[in-house]
Nanobody, 115 residues
């Protein structure tokens, strides 16, 4: 079973930045399309950014220009650089493969954007 450890979340003011990290054990991530998902309070989980094994990236419209997904295969780690954060970015952020792998585990990291 693949274990994922997300980190880097926290409380930040609107307009601020955070960098999330996700490190995996149990599988080599390098050929796998990975994504960052957000679950806002009372809402379903949604994919906000993805990166393929060839480093092609895709973003949901409301994060384009503000979030950047990247990966370091040598560290088996995926990152999400978040800037110009808005209150509506609040939620628990998970990394996982795309599409979501229910057999992959991670607790997520909480991001709260508030004054």
């Amino acid at each position: 079973q693949v274990q994922l450890v997300e980190s880097g979340g926290g409380l930040v003011q609107p307009g601020g930045s955070l960098r999330l990290s996700c490190t995996a054990s149990g599988s080599d991530l390098s050929p796998i399309t990975m994504g960052w998902y957000r679950q806002a309070p009372g809402e379903e989980r949604e994919l906000v950014a993805a990166i393929t094994g060839y480093y092609t990236t895709n973003y949901v419209d409301f994060v384009k220009g503000r979030f950047t997904i990247s990966r370091d295969n040598a560290k088996n780690t995926v990152y999400l650089q978040m800037s110009s954060l808005k209150p509506e970015d609040t939620g628990v952020y998970y990394c996982n493969r795309v599409p979501w792998g229910s057999d992959w585990g991670g607790r997520g990291t909480q991001v709260t954007v508030s004054t």
